[in-house]
């Protein structure tokens, strides 16, 4: 009954910004739990950046400073923006949230991935 559906990827320079976005739609009750993981060839899946109900964030080592992780309630949508970006931040970017929603016998969670986004770091 919900979509997770990514923006904002693309090319862009060593040093420069991107910010991605994650909107949610469907039967929503509330979003609970959001993150971003990355996947770069070859590698594991990481999580880069997590935002709990309550605010409280965190975020890899490798992107400490340089990344932030937000959201915006009314519109059931999340962000990474990204600055200071390094050859080494390249990946596909995927959302992901644990999602409470209207079901057919009430409410339920589970847990929701975007279709991931190509970020790529490059000169």
């Known amino acids: 009954q919900v979509q997770l559906v990514e923006s904002g990827g693309g090319l862009v320079q060593p040093g420069g910004s991107l910010r991605l976005s994650c909107a949610a739609s469907g039967s929503i009750f509330s979003i609970n739990d959001m993150y971003w993981y990355r996947q770069a060839p070859g590698k594991q899946r990481e999580l880069v950046a997590g935002?709990?109900?309550?605010?409280?964030?965190n975020y890899v080592d490798s992107v400490k400073g340089r990344f932030s992780i937000f959201r915006d309630g009314a519109k059931y949508t999340f962000y990474l923006q990204m600055n200071s970006l390094k050859p080494e931040d390249t990946a596909v970017y995927y959302c992901n949230a644990a999602v409470t929603y209207y079901s057919g016998s009430g409410l339920d969670e589970y847990d929701y991935w975007g279709q991931g986004t190509q970020v790529t770091v490059s000169s």
């Open positions: 935002i709990t109900r309550g605010g409280s964030t």
